[in-house]
């Protein structure tokens, strides 16, 4: 039996009460768009590592008055990728915070 595309879900989906969960990129923390943004670099720079969609987010996370429309005709037009590219970052940023919990900022 194959799977076929509807048949998949996605196991590690935020569920809605969590304060992880995300609607759109720019509700993303700066520091995460900096790491998207490395990740990005680091992709361009060595071959057969992809970075055009790292870049991408980490440009709407940071720069969203700019990027904005970007996030939103990707949503409009592919619905599921959206849905599940916000899955995968929103696990990254579940992992992040895990790893190096938040820490209080000085003014």
Do not use: K
Not at 61 to 85: C, I, K, Q, T, Y
């Amino acid at each position: 039996m194959t799977a076929t595309p509807t048949d998949l879900t996605l196991v590690d989906a935020p569920d809605a009460g969590s304060s992880l969960a995300i609607t759109t990129l720019t509700e993303l923390p700066r520091d995460l768009g900096v790491l998207l943004l490395a990740m990005g670099m680091v992709g361009v720079a060595a071959p057969g590592v992809p970075g055009t969609p790292a870049l991408l987010a980490a440009c709407v996370v940071l720069w969203p008055e700019g990027f904005g429309w970007l996030e939103h005709r990707f949503a409009r037009r592919f619905p599921r990728a959206h849905r599940s590219s916000l899955n995968q970052v929103t696990r990254f940023h579940r992992d992040v915070e895990r790893r190096y919990p938040s820490c209080p900022r000085l003014n």
